[in-house]
């Protein structure tokens, strides 16, 4: 069985620009969450979609937005990047969103310049 | 404000020892707890699952156990190799069944020395 997929994998940018980021689930996963993680602030969550749904948002400014698609992938977006939005991203993927063990991706590594 | 703490931040071990990863957590409230491993620049590989109603979870070297009235779960690993050489983070579910966001704690920095 294939594992979470995120493209790209490594993204450079520039401030002021957008970006947009993939996330295909394990197939029969209906749950995914996104999460940003920095050296300094660990990982943090984005926001959750469950059935084309977002479920769950975190803290961040409106800049981030995202979306599922009726085939359980997901997309999130980042507009007006700032120098403060490089990072990595990491999707994860699981059954249902409560009990069900999490399974991430490899992460995109977004660099802004 | 539920909160995750793991310590130590870091940590070096000659290879073969046993060694006890700390987890600690706010909220006792949790629904599961789970251990994660991540090597440097790659993504989450899940270790273990802890159900909140479970004490403990077993794979291969790796055990974890749970008590939530202290708020505490540990990440037993034995006979280290310098292959455990990652870092080990710990997140706790939400605080319901109707999310599966997880609160991570910064992380322990593993060296396993051959």
């Known amino acids: 069985k294939a594992g979470v997929t995120q493209t790209p994998r490594y993204l450079i940018k520039t401030r002021g620009q957008q970006v947009t980021l993939s996330c295909s689930p394990i197939?029969?996963?209906?749950?995914v969450s996104w999460y940003q993680q920095t050296p300094g602030q660990g990982l943090q969550f984005l926001f959750e979609?469950?059935?084309?749904?977002?479920?769950n948002k975190g803290n961040f400014p409106g800049r981030f937005s995202g979306r599922q698609f009726s085939n359980s992938r997901s997309e999130m977006n980042v507009s007006t990047l700032e120098l403060g939005d490089s990072a990595l991203y990491l999707c994860?993927?699981?059954?249902?969103?409560?009990?069900?063990?999490?399974?991430f991706g490899p992460g995109t590594r977004l660099t802004v310049t | 404000k539920q909160e995750v703490t793991q310590i130590p931040a870091a940590l070096s071990v000659p290879e073969g020892e046993n060694l006890v990863l700390n987890c600690s957590f706010t909220?006792?409230?949790?629904?599961?707890l789970q251990w994660f491993r991540q090597d440097p620049g790659k993504g989450l590989t899940s270790l273990l699952l802890?159900?909140?109603?479970?004490r403990e979870q077993t794979s291969g070297r790796l055990n974890a156990s749970l008590d939530k009235s202290s708020g505490r779960s540990t990440l037993y690993i034995a006979a280290s190799q310098p292959g455990d050489s990652a870092t080990y983070l710990c997140?706790?579910?939400?605080?319901?069944?109707?999310?599966?966001?997880?609160?991570f704690g910064q992380g322990t920095t593993l060296q396993v020395k051959p």
């Open positions: 994860a993927s699981s059954m249902d969103r409560g009990w069900a063990e999490q399974y």
């Open positions: 197939s029969g996963h209906r749950s």
């Open positions: 909220d006792s409230a949790i629904y599961n």
């Open positions: 979609y469950f059935s084309e749904t977002q479920r």
């Open positions: 802890i159900q909140s109603s479970q």
């Open positions: 997140a706790r579910g939400g605080g319901s069944s109707n999310t599966g966001k997880l609160i």
